[in-house]
């Protein structure tokens, strides 16, 4: 298996435009919706870095700070960030267009966590990452905090094993 893969192999875009059966009652996108879209935008990119099926293991709180409007054009650009054993992140970005009126916009930006599994669903080795870019190095660093902080809610992990995530907020658990 390859041991290491560039950050970048792994970006994947997608385009949609909202149209009235992804709307709710008030002519904007549903959140549903858009989290399927993001759901599918990541799983690519995590296919692509590992090259198994994948499936998704979590997504990290996504808020809905303003509307996307029926007739925009949603852009969903996503990339792993960092791979681990099985699992690895995905960084996904959305920004909605209003092409007539000649406005973009960033509106959501989230992390999910995909993990590759053989043809019995059981997890498998991927890949490691390796950024390239400033961005991509530091969605990496930000990684292994992210994923403490995912597996401590999840209840998977005990706060005193988060190293790296308890040195950001200074705490000294005993
Ligand atoms: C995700 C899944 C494969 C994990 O299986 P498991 O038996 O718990 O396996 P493990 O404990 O060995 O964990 C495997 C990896 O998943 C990660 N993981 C498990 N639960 C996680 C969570 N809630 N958030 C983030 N990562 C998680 C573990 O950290 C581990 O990562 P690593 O291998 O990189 O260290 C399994 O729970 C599953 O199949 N879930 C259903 C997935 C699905 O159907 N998704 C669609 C939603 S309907």
Redesign the pocket.
């Known amino acids: 298996m390859t041991k290491q893969k560039p950050a970048k192999e792994s970006v994947t875009i997608m385009t949609e435009m909202v149209l009235p059966n992804d709307t709710n009652t008030l002519n904007n996108l549903m959140g549903g919706r858009l989290m399927h879209w993001m759901?599918v935008v990541a799983a690519i990119a995590a296919q692509k870095h590992s090259n198994r099926i994948v499936?998704?293991?979590?997504a990290d709180n996504i808020s809905f700070k303003q509307p996307i409007n029926l007739g925009n054009v949603v852009t969903l650009r996503s990339q792993v960030t960092r791979?681990?054993?099985?699992?690895?992140e995905v960084f996904i970005e959305v920004t909605a267009e209003d092409i007539p009126a000649r406005k973009k916009l960033m509106t959501h930006r989230a992390f999910f966590?995909?993990?590759a599994?053989d043809q019995n669903?059981?997890?498998i080795?991927?890949p490691e990452v390796s950024p390239e870019s400033e961005e991509e190095k530091e969605l990496f660093e930000g990684a292994l905090r992210r994923?403490q902080l995912?597996?401590v809610?999840?209840k998977?992990?005990k706060p005193e094993d988060a190293v790296e995530l308890r040195s950001i907020f200074n705490l000294d658990i005993k």
């Open positions: 759901d499936v998704t293991a979590s791979a681990f054993n099985s699992s690895m966590t995909f993990v599994v669903g059981r997890p080795e991927v994923r995912r597996l809610l999840a998977r992990m």
